[in-house]
């Protein structure tokens, strides 16, 4: 009889890490066939947008994937943060508050809310000048958490977000892990 040997935790990171990207690859690939990167006609319905944090085994940081998107203007688009982070960060309290979206509200793992307690916050999605923050609770064990919300802009432009959870040190800083930019077109 053959036994199972558990796999490690690198081994379950970068699984994990695989997964996320097959969704973002799936979910951008989905955007273009319904023209939202060709130059054709212009979106007018819903837009949905899928992101993932989790950590990076290649360097060792924190990361969102992707960090650099662009997003349609004028419509509302719905976001939808998939977490492998299990730890936590305290941070202020007004990054624990949902501020921007559309009905101020965003959903955690299938419960709507305004707010999730600071001390349960890994990172946040933030856009200061559009005061934006969405705070992106902590995954339970090996189950992800799953925050969605809604956004909408008018204004055409490239907007830059920030994590404000002091998950990394390094990664807070770094563009395309814990930082990084929205377009509006």
């Not at 924190?62 to 688009?77: E, H, Q, S």
């Not at 730890?87 to 999730?116: H, R």
């Not at 189950?143 to 008018?154: G, N």
């Not at 959870?165 to 377009?183: E, K, L, Y």
Request: aromatic share 8%; net charge negative; with cysteine.
């Amino acid at each position: 009889m053959k036994t199972m040997r558990p796999i490690g935790r690198g081994a379950e990171l970068g699984l994990l890490l695989i997964v996320a990207l097959i969704g973002i690859i799936i979910g951008a690939f989905g955007g273009y066939m319904n023209g939202y990167a060709s130059s054709g006609p212009r979106i007018t319905g819903p837009v949905h947008i899928y992101l993932a944090t989790a950590f990076d085994p290649y360097t060792g940081l924190d990361k969102y994937l992707p960090a650099n998107f662009t997003i349609p203007a004028g419509v509302d688009v719905l976001f939808t943060i998939t977490n492998y982070d299990n730890g936590t960060n305290m941070v202020d309290p007004a990054y624990a508050n949902v501020q921007g979206t559309v009905g101020g509200t965003a959903t955690v793992n299938g419960q709507m809310v305004t707010s999730i307690p600071a001390d349960g916050v890994t990172h946040t999605f933030t856009i200061h000048s559009l005061n934006i923050n969405v705070p992106i609770a902590a995954a339970q064990g090996q189950t992800p958490a799953v925050v969605s919300f809604t956004l909408h802009i008018d204004q055409s432009g490239t907007y830059r977000w920030d994590c404000m959870a002091p998950c990394d040190p390094d990664a807070m800083g770094t563009p395309g892990f814990m930082t990084g930019s929205m377009g509006v077109a």
